[in-house]
């Protein structure tokens, strides 16, 4: 796997993945404009919260569970002081669909998060990594 990174200007930079797909990233800007993208540690969540949520699908699919949607919500805390790693991470999953098994959706989320999503057991190694679940009747 092989990313590049390209400066704009500023702290925006943009980068291009392997496969040709792009994403604006943008630290805090120096002067009062918006910011153009995510910053990169924002895009290390979405990261986690796109690599888990694809595994609770795709397990709970097999497990033949009705879903017809999957929300991650991360939240995060960070050293305060440089570097400012993150120390705790929370993923919280809304799985919604008809006539879902708890059980069913519950080890989806434990297989994810022990056997499957490299993001989360990658970040696990520098921060207390937890996962919580809900399931909605769609």
């Not at 699908?57 to 879903?67: C, D, H, P, S, T």
């Not at 999953?93 to 008809?98: A, E, P, S």
């Amino acid at each position: 796997m092989q990313i590049t990174s390209k400066w704009l200007d500023g702290s925006c930079f943009v980068g291009t993945t392997e496969t040709g797909h792009s994403v604006i990233m943008e630290g805090m800007p120096a002067d009062s404009n918006p910011k153009r993208g995510p910053s990169p540690m924002e895009l290390l969540l979405l990261g986690v919260a796109g690599c888990s949520s694809i595994d609770i699908v795709m397990i709970a699919e097999k497990q033949r569970q009705n879903i017809k949607d999957c929300q991650a919500t991360v939240t995060a805390k960070r050293a305060d002081d440089t570097p400012r790693v993150f120390t705790e991470i929370h993923i919280h999953f809304k799985v919604i669909g008809h006539d879902l098994k708890e059980s069913a959706i519950e080890k989806a989320v434990q297989m994810s998060a022990e056997k499957y999503c490299s993001a989360s057991i990658m970040l696990g190694k520098a921060a207390k990594v937890s996962h919580s679940f809900e399931v909605v009747e769609a």
